[in-house]
């Protein structure tokens, strides 16, 4: 490993665990200043129904993501198959160290024929669109009012610009790549990576995999007000936009493991003025609660198949 290699993991861990100290004593001082008994007496009456139907609405968001891949998918893979995929890659982001979650994906793929360089690729291309798929939520934040801070309207503006930014540079990078000849290790991988790219300048294609993002925010937004109302608290469509926008934010931070800590401060901000403090926790903990804990069977469920496939014998050439 060379010496700049050496000095950016040295940095990325003391930024790490700069953040997590944060956590820790911002966890803390919220602690103190909480009243648990009101806490946990909101917790206790929540509308099992209606947290019920959130959890419905977090698995069947699984299935929308599952859709993007099988569209950019440079091979057909089974759909089912794919779904039990993202349930096993979300379910191991949720209980183990950041990125490790796509490790096992760029894994369960690579069974399937496609190549680590074209999964890596097609990630990135995902995550582009998943962060697309919350801009057409974003016109709630200043139409509908809802009482969101008055930069909150700055940082969609800016969230939309940043991505109009990253779209056009990937569409560059997107073209057919012109020199084939690929005879240095950089080549073949820049080739492989811009031939990744490939589909998503198909219209067919984009449109595809943008629907499946917008479907799966809508899904979000609807399972985190279910989750408000099952608390019995009132949340406005703006302010609701606004807590995914700063989830989404966060989520580029590198936290604990599933946003541990950096996502119940996202929803803490984006509900000052709005919501009770203890409101606000309830809704924190149990929204953050409905994201990661559904798919966890599941996953371990698509883990334990792919032992077994593993473990059953190939037939005799």
Known sequence: MTDAAQSHRRAALVVRVILLLGIVIGGFLL???????????????????LLALAIFAN?????????????????PIPFFRLVRYEFTAQAASAVSPEGTGELVRVGLLRDEGVPRTVTVTLMA????????????????????????PSWAAKLAAGYVAVLIMVSVLVLRAARPPADRTRTTRLRRLLFDTRAALGPIRRPRVAAEVAGAAVLTRVLDL????????????????????????????????????????????????????T???????????????????PQ?????????????????PRPQS
């Not at 698995?59 to 091979?75: D, F, H, I, K, Y």
């Not at 403090?277 to 409905?290: N, S």
Request: aromatic share 6%; no cysteine; charged share 15%.
């Open 31 to 49: 602690l103190r200043k909480l009243n648990l008994d009101q806490l946990w007496s909101g917790l206790r009456h929540a509308n099992v129904f």
């Open 59 to 75: 698995l069947l968001s699984q299935v929308t993501r599952a859709l993007g891949w099988n569209s950019l998918l440079p091979r």
């Open 125 to 148: 291309v995902r995550k582009l669109f998943s962060s697309l798929g919350l801009v057409p939520l974003l016109p709630l934040v200043w139409l509908t009012g809802g009482n969101v």
């Open 222 to 273: 609807a399972a985190l007000l279910i989750v408000a109302r099952s608390l019995d608290v009132q949340l406005s469509l703006a302010v609701g936009v606004f807590v995914l926008l700063l989830i989404e934010v966060s989520g580029v931070l590198p936290a604990a493991p599933a946003q541990l800590g950096t996502f119940e401060a996202a929803v803490l901000l984006a509900t000052i003025g």
């Open 275 to 293: 919501l009770d403090h203890v409101d606000a926790v309830a809704l924190a903990l149990v929204f953050h609660a409905q994201q990661i804990l």
């Open 296 to 312: 966890l069977p599941f996953g371990v469920m698509g883990i334990a198949a792919r032992r077994a496939g593993r473990d059953r």
